[in-house]
């Protein structure tokens, strides 16, 4: 048997990555030994079964649903999916300025310099800031799905839980 052109390689990764198909299968399909197989995929795991059953659910409802109905489906599936790459770019933006302030241990901060002038200048950072930077970096890994979330806790003081509660009477009686 020959050599297994990179193109081969990425094919038979690209099928292995599906889930559908066992070592076996893809020497077979390819004309290769088992053990090239074996060597190719040593380590690896398949990563696309969700997008396939996410295919096949498309598919299927593409047999079920009216064309205006398929049609609305993509349009809002690739409209969500660009917000979720806005969300994703600006979060990951801003986890990096995060990181960056605490590993330079700066924020830019306003500075009066007389007659009313403010410039922006560094400043160390405090501990309230690493601490709201910290909590940044959690939140924002939330969002890419790589952290998980801490669980909450609920106040108990009651002042607090009254004036919330005012403030929710004050915008019920704003509507009216």
Do not use: C, W
């Not at 990764?13 to 190719?40: C, M």
């Not at 007389?114 to 890994?141: M, R, S, Y």
């Amino acid at each position: 048997m020959a050599r297994i052109t990179d193109e081969a390689k990425e094919k038979i990764l690209a099928d292995f990555h599906t889930g559908k198909f066992s070592q076996r299968e893809l020497a077979k399909k390819y004309n290769i030994s088992n053990g090239s197989v074996a060597n190719l995929l040593k380590g690896l795991t398949p990563e696309n079964e969700h997008l396939v059953e996410a295919q096949i659910s498309l598919l299927s409802a593409q047999n079920e649903k009216s064309e205006v109905e398929m049609s609305s489906i993509l349009s809002a599936a690739k409209d969500e999916a660009f917000n979720r790459g806005l969300i994703f770019n600006a979060t990951h933006k801003l986890i990096k300025r995060a990181t960056e302030m605490i590993d330079k241990n700066t924020k830019m901060d306003k500075v009066n310099i007389g007659d009313g002038t403010q410039i922006f200048e560094p400043v160390e950072l405090n501990p309230l800031d690493l601490k709201n930077l910290q909590e940044a970096i959690h939140k924002g890994g939330e969002t890419l799905g790589v952290v998980t979330k801490a669980p909450t806790t609920q106040i108990t003081n009651t002042n607090a839980q009254q004036s919330t509660k005012i403030v929710i009477e004050r915008k019920e009686l704003k509507s009216e």
